[in-house]
């Protein structure tokens, strides 16, 4: 069997694509990928052994421009450019994002049956596009909250959204990588740890706000905090924090022994060490950090990115805090006050916190890159 996988633009785009590439991959399926050469794909597909090719997708132009009016052409261009990438396929999986538009509609003039991916809790452009064209049969949901979105002639199949094969081996080898994150990042094993990040490029305001929160809890001593702050952001957060211990590998700013520990990174390599030592993650909540959080039964504050196209971060958050696996907090609420208040009143409230890491074990679903292998191996035959 032969299938190709087309999306990209983001990580959130990307993971899940080479998550499920590596399942087909591992039943005897040849997997390629299509993608541009400025987005992450170009990075890390070639990196996970995958053969890629690239494609002159262009992003949706929404305001009216001369490059509004040479948009359909370029498209037409780009569905022409896929055609003979996608002929002698079995199956396309669309990931979602501009990228995967023309793969997909190469597909349906190609007669090569086409699986729709959607990461997120409300329809995406690309794929809700890909939807009112006809040019697929069946969609893969990671919420069921989505169902109602599409049209009814399409099949819908809640298979969840694939994560990393690293992520996905943390609950079972937990107190191993947690050992070895305590070695790494220089936490102390009788603390309990809540893991702060906004994803691969950091999340400015949420830093500030955690910076502002770390002071007003300086004096808990049964407390720790990593910071991930991404790359751009770690020098302004670091002359935000007090000074403490600067020494090692990993910037160390610390209250003393009576006081607060926190670990300040500008990006953690191996993340699933992150989510190993968390007793708490505060996170925004892209489709890719709640399967991942989720995936790790790990209970979570969320502080949806609030210019995410439609919103949809919110709509993520909202369907983890109905399942009672995550607390919400909105961007505009979010100050060092009430940061550290909802901090205090998850991590001081253990039973709360046990119940959420419950929940958000059943709300997760580590096995969606299988389930969503099998969608396609049924399109296929």
Not at 325 to 349: F, K, N, T
């Amino acid at each position: 069997m032969r299938v190709v996988i087309a999306g990209g633009g983001t990580a959130g785009h990307v993971y899940p694509g080479l998550a499920v590439g590596h399942e087909l991959r591992s039943r005897g399926a040849d997997v390629s990928f299509l993608g541009t050469e400025m987005g992450v794909e170009a990075r890390l597909v070639p990196d996970a052994g995958f053969p890629f090719q690239v494609v002159r997708a262009r992003p949706f132009v929404r305001r009216v421009s001369l490059r509004a009016a040479r948009a359909p052409f370029v498209a037409l261009d780009a569905v022409r450019e896929c055609r003979p990438r996608v002929a002698t396929a079995d199956a396309v999986i669309g990931m979602g994002g501009y990228v995967s538009v023309p793969a997909v509609l190469a597909a349906r003039r190609e007669h090569v049956p086409a699986v729709l991916h959607e990461q997120n809790a409300v329809v995406g452009l690309a794929n809700g596009a890909l939807a009112r064209a006809r040019a697929t049969r069946v969609v893969a949901l990671s919420f069921a909250e989505t169902r109602g979105s599409w049209p009814r002639a399409i099949r819908k199949v809640v298979t969840g959204n694939p994560v990393r094969d690293e992520i996905l081996r943390v609950p079972g080898k937990r107190e191993a990588l947690a050992k070895e994150a305590r070695g790494e990042l220089g936490l102390d094993e009788h603390r309990r740890t809540v893991l702060v990040f906004g994803g691969s490029q950091g999340a400015l305001h949420i830093d500030r706000a955690a910076i502002g929160a770390c002071r007003l809890l300086g004096d808990r001593a049964d407390l720790q905090i990593v910071m991930v702050t991404g790359p751009a952001h770690l020098e302004v957060i670091r002359r935000g924090l007090p000074v403490g211990d600067r020494s090692g590998g990993v910037l160390s700013v610390a209250g003393g022994p009576d006081g607060l520990i926190v670990r300040l990174i500008g990006y953690l390599d191996r993340m699933e060490l992150g989510y190993a030592c968390a007793d708490l993650v505060v996170a925004r909540s892209g489709a890719t950090t709640v399967a991942e959080i989720s995936a790790c039964g790990l209970p979570s504050l969320l502080i949806p990115y609030p210019y995410a196209t439609r919103r949809h971060q919110e709509a993520n958050a909202r369907a983890m805090q109905r399942a009672g696996a995550a607390s919400l907090m909105l961007d505009a609420q979010v100050s060092s006050q009430s940061l550290s208040d909802r901090i205090l009143s998850l991590m001081d409230h253990r039973e709360r916190l046990e119940a959420m890491r419950d929940r958000s074990t059943a709300f997760g679903k580590p096995d969606a890159a299988a389930r969503l292998a099998d969608l396609v191996t049924e399109a296929a035959s």
